[in-house]
């Protein structure tokens, strides 16, 4: 009876261990990219000159983007029906 508490108690701690991660980032690279990733949102590093693109070349953007409507959707990409209860990924059915 007493291994069968001491079994289950230590069951019941092994979620708390397992959030035990320390918070901030693991590695060195993991911290420089996070960096890299703060400087557009922040505006820090930003340019001073205002960016501005011509009217061609706005017009010559939106051409290339409307461009992938040209293209069919391929049927292996269609989902027929999504159900509540999948998890995903796996096409409905």
């Given at each position: 009876?007493?291994?069968?508490?001491?079994?289950?108690?230590l069951l019941a701690g092994l979620p708390l261990?397992?959030?035990?991660?320390?918070?901030?980032?693991s590695s060195r690279a993991q911290a420089t990219t996070e960096a890299w990733l703060q400087l557009?949102?922040?505006?820090?590093?930003?340019s001073d000159k205002a960016q501005s693109?011509?009217?061609r070349e706005h017009d010559k953007s939106m051409e290339r983007w409307l461009k992938v409507y040209d293209y069919k959707i391929p049927e292996v990409f269609k989902w027929e029906k999504m159900?509540?209860?999948s998890?995903?990924?796996?096409?409905?059915?």
């Open positions: 009876m007493n291994v069968r508490i001491l079994v289950l108690t261990a397992a959030s035990a991660m320390p918070p901030g980032p557009q949102p922040s505006g820090e590093k930003a693109s011509t009217a159900s509540s209860g998890s995903g990924g796996s096409g409905g059915n």
